[in-house]
């Protein structure tokens, strides 16, 4: 089947068209602090040159799925099949690159209706067949990996068919949306009528409205717009013991919030089909503005002043010193570079970190709340350079995973992580991230650089967000990996902060979630899927029910 939103090509990120080569810039930055291997060409294999499992779905219940939703509706091409096989994080992109796929679903299943996923999870549910929910398949913590756990088979429910903007409510400021409904869709629909959601990951081109909800998203606008759970007013969701029809309350008190059970529930109870959501209207005027700082503390002290005065930065991005010099050094043209670097030497800033924020609403009230933080970041010895910076950065926002898949044909990984936790912590555990992560690869023989940017605000806090390379070392990339996410997954939880901030929890994340949440909520968890799933095959070995240790 065909869908008219373009999906990922198979190996890697987007679509193809998109890629450019490394710039000499990073490339050289690259190389100063980890290393660049020369001559490198690691292109991906051919389609008909991956290892794709054989299939086990038995003639019986291929039958079954046809006659719930149709013959052309149910697939098990190697196309299909290896495209719905995994995600995008870094050892997602290894195996598909490589060919070396160990798990892929044996078909996926594209049904129409509510009615047709109630259906298909009472045929997987009666047939002992694994179920992974999959909307974008941008998951970068191995949310959708094709695992079948105990189970005799595995099907991917693709939601693409359900791609419907349902109702917008002009009066209560709410939009009701499919599942399968992707970003670039719901914002071209809302603000066609004057409104926005206004959630921008950096998957927002190929990610959609289920999978946010289902993995508890923030985008890059989140610290004035709100994360996706705080815009959840209503959701619908198919379990194999019948569908949660949960009904759209601006606020109640009937009990804890079972909306927010399904929120983050990432596939493990159910598939969610149906959203309502809080919109806005579009804002009547934007203004950016940027500064660079002396240093990440004091960057951080001027977002904390700036969040708790109740300034309400619609985006706000600070870069430290690593992944400002990063991106300097991508700069079009080494003029300009010098030229940056010499009007900072003059103020006094010799390792600058960028901070990039918005302002949306009324155009008074946007000069009002720019000319508040400008004055709080001045007392906190930051350097004002204009709008530039951030319409900048706001027009690239989209395309650094492009640069993954060709550093990673390069020679090179690139992995990233986030977490969140309180002002009072935040700088120790920047530190701390880092060196451990620095650590980890050192002891491997590969040294490393890592970049990282605050880019959700508190009252109490804010996330912070890492990004690594490190050169590659062939046939054991997962090895590195694997060490690089040990180290900073026990530095984060040893910390205090959270083991993800918006990236869910998948199989990657699964490790630390009784230090997390502790052992008693889990079993909650557990006794809560049970309810609904009593068979267990509901997306196998992720979030409450993956494995103890990397």
Same mark, same amino acid.
Request: aromatic share 6%.
């Given at each position: ?13 987007? $679509? ?66 290896? !495209?719905? %096989? ?17 798990? &892929? ?14 259906? +298909? ?14 909307? *974008? ?30 109702? #917008? ?18 914002? $071209?629909? +809302? ?8 959630? @921008? ?22 610290? *004035?717009? *709100? ?86 930065? =619609? ?14 050094? /991508? ?11 010499? @009007? ?5 800033? !010799? ?66 992580? $986030? ?13 701390? #991230? ?7 690869? &050192? =002891? ?6 890592? +970049? ?5 605000? @508190?009252? !109490?806090?804010?996330?912070?967000? @890492?990004?690594?390379?490190?050169? /590659?070392?062939?046939? &054991? ?9 040990? &180290? ?5 939880? %040893? ?10 929890? *998948? ?7 009784? %230090? ?31 494995? %103890?240790?990397?």
């Amino acid at each position: 089947m065909d869908n008219t939103r373009p999906r990922m090509r198979w190996w890697g990120w987007g $679509e193809d068209g998109n890629d450019g080569p490394v710039k000499p810039g990073a490339k050289k930055i690259l190389s100063r602090h980890c290393g660049w291997p020369a001559g490198v060409d690691h292109p991906p294999v051919a389609l008909e040159d991956v290892s794709l499992p054989e299939s086990t779905l038995t003639d019986e219940v291929r039958t079954r799925l046809t006659e719930t939703v149709g013959e052309d509706f149910v697939r098990d091409d190697r196309a299909v099949r290896v !495209s719905h %096989a995994a995600g995008r994080s870094l050892p997602d992109l290894i195996r598909l690159r490589s060919g070396a796929l160990t798990h &892929a679903p044996d078909a996926v299943v594209y049904p129409a209706s509510d009615a047709e996923v109630d259906a +298909l999870l009472t045929v997987c549910s009666e047939e002992s067949v694994a179920v992974v929910p999959f909307g *974008g398949g941008t998951s970068v913590v191995g949310g959708i990996t094709a695992a079948r756990a105990q189970f005799s088979a595995c099907v991917s429910i693709s939601l693409a068919r359900l791609d419907k903007i349902v109702d #917008i409510d002009e009066e209560s400021l709410t939009a009701t949306v499919q599942a399968g409904v992707f970003g670039p869709d719901l914002e $071209e629909a +809302l603000q066609a009528r004057g409104f926005t959601l206004a959630h @921008y990951p950096q998957s927002f081109e190929f990610s959609t409205v289920g999978g946010w909800v289902a993995t508890r998203s923030a985008g890059q606008q989140s610290t *004035g717009y *709100g994360r996706i759970d705080e815009n959840v007013y209503g959701l619908r969701c198919s379990t194999p013991c019948g569908p949660i029809e949960l009904r759209t309350t601006p606020a109640t008190a009937a009990g804890p919030n079972p909306r927010q059970l399904f929120v983050g529930s990432e596939g493990t109870l159910g598939i969610i089909t149906e959203v309502t959501l809080r919109i806005r209207r579009t804002p009547q005027s934007s203004l950016a503005d940027s500064w660079f700082f002396p240093d990440f503390a004091s960057g951080t002290a001027a977002l904390r002043d700036m969040e708790q005065s109740g300034l309400r930065l =619609d985006i706000a991005r600070l870069s430290d010193v690593n992944e400002t010099a990063f991106g300097l050094s /991508q700069l079009g043209s080494e003029l300009q570079r010098k030229g940056i670097l010499a @009007y900072l030497r003059a103020r006094g800033v !010799s390792t600058p970190c960028l901070l990039v924020v918005r302002f949306d609403g009324r155009p008074t009230e946007n000069r009002s709340r720019r000319s508040e933080a400008r004055s709080i970041a001045r007392k906190h010895k930051g350097a004002n350079l204009g709008a530039a910076p951030e319409t900048t950065w706001e027009k690239h926002r989209f395309s650094t995973p492009y640069l993954r898949d060709q550093l990673l044909q390069e020679g090179m990984i690139v992995e990233t992580l $986030e977490t969140s936790a309180p002002w009072s912590t935040v700088e120790q555990l920047h530190d701390t #991230i880092s060196a451990a992560v620095e650590k980890a690869l &050192a =002891d491997r023989g590969t040294p490393a650089f890592v +970049l990282c940017h605050v880019s959700h605000l @508190y009252a !109490s806090g804010c996330s912070l967000y @890492y990004t690594i390379f490190a050169e /590659q070392q062939p046939g &054991a990339e997962i090895a590195q990996w694997k060490a690089l996410k040990s &180290a900073a997954g026990d530095a984060i939880v %040893a910390g205090g902060g959270t083991i993800t901030h918006h990236h869910a929890v *998948g199989t990657d994340h699964a490790p630390w979630m009784t %230090a997390e949440t502790g052992g008693l909520w889990l079993r909650m968890l557990r006794a809560a899927k049970a309810e609904v799933d009593p068979a267990g095959i509901m997306n196998p070995d992720k979030l409450m029910n993956g494995p %103890a240790r990397l």
